[in-house]
């Protein structure tokens, strides 16, 4: 526990080249020299094979503040840092680098992904709504036709009042997605084996099975994690039940949608897609993804993103302060609950 402000935890940043950068302004910077001992501007690239300064920074550090690109603690480093007995992640996702070993060893952890939900989210509600409208088709053809055309006759049909939306996982972006969605007069199902129908009525949502939901929905959003049972959730059969001119939209991780069923649905024209993600992440250069013009791909851009890192810094600093006070994390990663989470 601490108290006075000469006993601050001892902290090592720990993140890729670049990051550290991007993620603190001065202001930041500021902060964090008065709530821990450290140098706010070492960073450790690399923990497995340190340099002298960064092994001595981590054999002495009570807190790693980890960020994208943060070595795996892996028992062998874990070695390295006997006085560690927190990582405050600047980001969403710990499963890259805390380990089994971290939890064998009772290392407390906390995480980003509250503050990281929120871009994720405005860029799936403003995707829902441009796939409701129909713009990126429409800005399409008038690019092709330069002419006069019945555009109201071409896109009969279309607009966002009393479309349905549906939303797969219940996740932090998901929810959030839920929130954001609230003011406008669109339909919203939801589906997510870990959510009652008690919950789901106080989100405002119905509960569907994942084939129904993709039958309704003019718009799927995938907001699952990537685990081994959620590998081609959205498969030839879910695709196969949407609509003929429905829209896919995948901020989660490429693995979730059978790519190999995807690419028939959207060359035929039949289905639209919003892919932030795709597996493999990078689509190789020859894809029909780059060229397909109901596709709108973008490069894993939808999570934060230039000043919206420093919503991610400020609430790892809140959470360092409470560390540092000896209080608990607001927002702990807890072991159990990653077997269901992202």
């Not at 129908?197 to 989100?203: H, I, K, S, V």
């Not at 718009?219 to 699952?224: K, R, W």
């Not at 081994?228 to 979730?256: D, E, K, V, Y």
Request: proline share 8%.
């Amino acid at each position: 526990m601490h108290h006075a402000t000469d006993n601050q935890p001892s902290l090592l940043l720990a993140m890729g080249p670049g990051i550290a950068q991007r993620l603190f302004t001065d202001r930041h910077r500021t902060r964090l020299a008065a709530l821990a001992r450290t140098d706010p501007y070492l960073v450790a690239h690399d923990l497995a094979a340190p340099d002298p300064q960064v092994a001595a920074a981590l054999a002495e550090a009570e807190v790693l503040l980890t960020c994208w690109g943060a070595t795996p603690l892996t028992a062998e480093v874990l070695d390295t840092a006997p006085n560690l007995r927190a990582v405050v992640h600047a980001a969403g996702s710990v499963k890259h680098h805390v380990t089994q070993a971290c939890w064998d060893r009772g290392i407390a952890v906390t995480s980003a992904a509250a503050a990281n939900a929120l871009p994720v989210a405005e860029y799936t509600l403003a995707a829902i709504l441009f796939a409701g409208k129909r713009v990126l088709h429409a800005a399409a053809r008038y690019r092709a036709l330069r002419a006069d055309h019945d555009w109201r006759e071409e896109l009969h049909g279309a607009g966002n009042h009393r479309r349905t939306v549906g939303i797969v996982g219940a996740s932090r972006i998901g929810r959030r997605v839920v929130e954001l969605l609230h003011p406008f007069d669109l339909d919203v199902l939801l589906y997510d084996p870990y959510v009652a129908p008690r919950e789901a009525a106080a989100l405002g949502v119905e509960l569907a099975p994942l084939d129904d939901l993709c039958a309704r929905s003019s718009v799927v959003s995938i907001h699952a994690p990537q685990l081994p049972a959620t590998r081609h959730m959205i498969g030839a059969r879910q695709l196969a039940a949407m609509p003929a001119g429905a829209t896919l939209i995948n901020t989660a991780r490429g693995s979730l949608v059978d790519e190999a069923a995807l690419l028939p649905e959207l060359a035929s024209g039949r289905l639209h897609a919003v892919l932030d993600v795709t597996h493999p992440e990078l689509p190789p250069p020859d894809s029909p993804l780059y060229d397909l013009p109901n596709v709108l791909l973008t490069p894993h851009i939808a999570g934060s993103l230039g000043d919206e890192l420093h919503r991610m810094a400020d609430q790892s600093l809140d959470e360092l302060e409470r560390y540092a006070a000896g209080r608990p994390f607001a927002d702990p990663v807890r072991p159990a609950s990653l077997h269901h989470s992202a």
